[in-house]
Every structure is written in structure tokens, then in C-alpha cells.
């Protein structure tokens, strides 16, 4: 049922991350609104946080009043089993309600080190995961309950009236801005206004493109809060890359440098995307040489790195 799901968040290099202080998952979209997870410390001492906080924050992109009540229950996961966590009145599942007033809870307020320290269960392989099981009992101000943006982004396209050519995809078929598209991409703008085919056509087909994913791409440069998620981000990426859009490249890039994804993962996506920036902040998590040598040789995507890439982790191995 799209109105009872589980949001997970695995969070890789736990110790570190917990330790840095705020930090937060990637947005859910879920039931038809937006989820974050999140961590905050909660006091501090010499050598960390104290007590660590998860919180759970969810939002409502179309704005004005709105409401969604829901039960929660929090989970960690442990080696074997589950940590089910329960609140001062003895309660598993929280009933809650969220608005625009009330976008966020606090669900537990642990020792930093239990949650980091090996003795304990919650972390394995440098991984904590954490899950929020949500379950809408009803919504107030949002669209039907779906997993998409509200925003019909292909209506309000159609609709604009400097809209002056339709792009076709597969069977479907979309009116956009020649000037526009050119604005952000130097391979629209050589196939709209430079010498090739295409230019003066009223139509012009784009291959290998899936309509919605492109829709993905669009709801970047035309929304004035600009929604990456989870779901989309890789394609979006790949896109982005195939049509040269350097301010959507950019604002990927920020977003996986925010994510919990791996630091494996985020470091092949920027050796295959020359993704500076983010090639950077992965290989400065790494504070001790002997962790990045054990790192980099247990790993068989290693093999695959660009000549690039591997200058910069031994440029960084002989800083450390």
C-alpha cells in the first residue's frame, strides 16, 4: 500500500558521520509527501556528541495548510534482529501529526558511543540502519496518496506560452522553450539554433530517452525549489551529462555529497561523471592511511578507477 511503507536509512562511515553532528538522509518521497531522516547530537563532551537524537521531518511541497497524520515506529537494526524503540509511556508505535506548523519529531535520545562502539550491536561493517515504519491514516491539503511530485510539470510546460517545440520521446510527446532548454544546455542549443537537422523542425525526436526521467531532468531547471530524490537522482545525473547541463551537474553533485550513500558508490559515480568535487569529499573521509590502503584492496571496483582517480588516492594516501 502506497499509504504504509518503510523509509530506510543506511548510514555508512557511522562513526564519523554521527560525530560531525547534523545529519540527514536523502528525501523519501513517500504517500505523497516528502521524508527526511535525520540525526542531531544532543550535548557534548571531549570527545563527541553525548547522546545522539534521530529525528524524522516530513513535508508537503505544494504548500498552505495541510496535514498527515500517521503511526511510526523506529527501528535499529542490530547484527540479529531489531531494536524496537519505545517511547516514556511504553509505546512502540507513536501516533502523530504532522502540518506545516509540526514538520518534525524526535524519536530517541541514545549514548553516541553505543551506537558507534563495536561491543555493541548496532553497527556493522562501519554501518548503522536505521528505518522508520510509517503508516498515513489520513492527509489533509496534498494530492491523492502517490510516490511522484505533485507538480504536473509536463501541463505547466505544454501550457507555456513561450513553449515553440515539441519534443518527442518514444510515443509521448512534449512542448518546451527551444530558448530555454538552449539556456542551460549547449547541445540543445547547437541542435536548436546551430547547423544540424533539427533546427526549424516543429519536431524533434530524442532517442534513448525515457519521457519520464527526462520530466526528472525538467523539474530541476523549471521548479523553483528543485526536487532530487533518491529514485531519480541517477538518472537525472545521466542525463544531465549526456545534454552538458553543468548547473544540474553541480546541484547533483551537492546532493550526493550530502547523502549516505556509500562512500564506495559515491566515489565510482564521480570517477565516471568527473565529479570533482565529490571525488574530494569522499577520499577526505579517510583520516588513517592504513583504513584507505584496507579500503581501496578489499575492493574489487578498485580495478575499474580511472587513471584519474587513482592519482588522487595516492595523492591523498601521501598526505595523510
Known amino acids: 500500500s502506497k499509504s504504509n511503507f518503510v523509509l530506510r536509512w543506511e548510514i555508512s562511515n557511522a562513526a564519523a558521520t554521527l560525530a560531525a553532528g547534523d545529519a540527514q538522509s536523502e528525501v523519501f518521497i513517500e504517500g505523497g509527501f516528502e521524508w527526511i531522516v535525520g540525526v ?8 563527541g ?3 545522539t537524537r534521530f529525528t524524522l521531518t516530513c513535508n508537503n511541497r505544494q504548500g498552505g495548510e495541510w496535514k498527515c497524520e500517521a503511526n511510526v515506529e523506529f527501528v535499529l537494526r542490530k547484527r540479529q534482529g531489531l531494536s524496537q524503540h519505545i517511547d516514556s509511556k511504553g509505546n512502540i508505535v507513536r501516533s502523530m501529526e504532522f502540518n506545516e506548523k509540526a514538520r518534525a519529531y524526535d524519536f530517541i535520545s541514545t549514548y553516541w558511543r553505543r551506537l558507534v562502539h563495536p561491543s555493541y550491536p ?3 561493517n562501519g554501518m548503522i540502519v536505521a528505518e522508520f515504519r510509517v503508516k498515513i491514516i489520513s492527509a489533509e491539503g496534498n494530492d491523492a496518496i502517490g510516490t511522484t511530485p505533485t507538480l504536473d510539470l509536463s501541463k505547466l510546460i505544454s501550457l507555456n506560452e513561450m513553449s515553440n517545440v515539441t519534443l518527442v520521446m518514444g510515443e509521448k510527446k512534449l512542448r518546451v522553450s527551444k530558448e530555454y532548454l538552449a539556456n542551460h544546455s549547449p547541445v540543445f542549443s547547437a541542435m536548436f539554433f546551430g547547423n544540424y537537422a533539427e533546427k526549424g523542425k516543429e519536431e524533434v525526436e530524442i532517442k534513448d530517452v525515457i ?14 525549489v528543485p526536487l532530487i530524490t533518491y529514485r531519480g537522482v541517477l538518472h537525472i545525473l545521466k542525463l544531465a551529462d549526456r545534454f552538458e547541463m553543468m548547473g544540474v551537474m553541480n546541484q547533483v553533485e551537492m546532493h550526493f555529497i550530502r547523502s549516505t ?6 566515489l565510482s559515480i564521480a570517477d565516471q561523471y568527473r565529479l570533482t568535487n565529490l571525488r574530494y569529499h569522499c577520499l577526505n573521509t579517510f583520516t588513517k592511511s592504513e583504513d584507505m590502503l584496507q579500503q581501496f ?8 578507477y580511472s587513471g584519474e582517480l587513482r592519482l588522487a588516492i595516492f595523492d591523498r594516501l601521501m598526505k595523510l
Open 40 to 47: 542531531r547530537p544532543n550535548g557534548t563532551d571531549k570527545t
Open 261 to 266: 550513500r556509500s562512500m564506495k558508490e559515491k
Open 211 to 224: 519521457y519520464e526521467e527526462f520530466l526528472d531532468l525538467l523539474h530541476v531547471i523549471y521548479s523553483e
Open 49 to 51: 556528541p553525548r547522546h
Open 297 to 304: 584492496k578489499a575492493s574489487p571496483e578498485t580495478a575499474s
Open 122 to 124: 548496532f553497527i556493522t
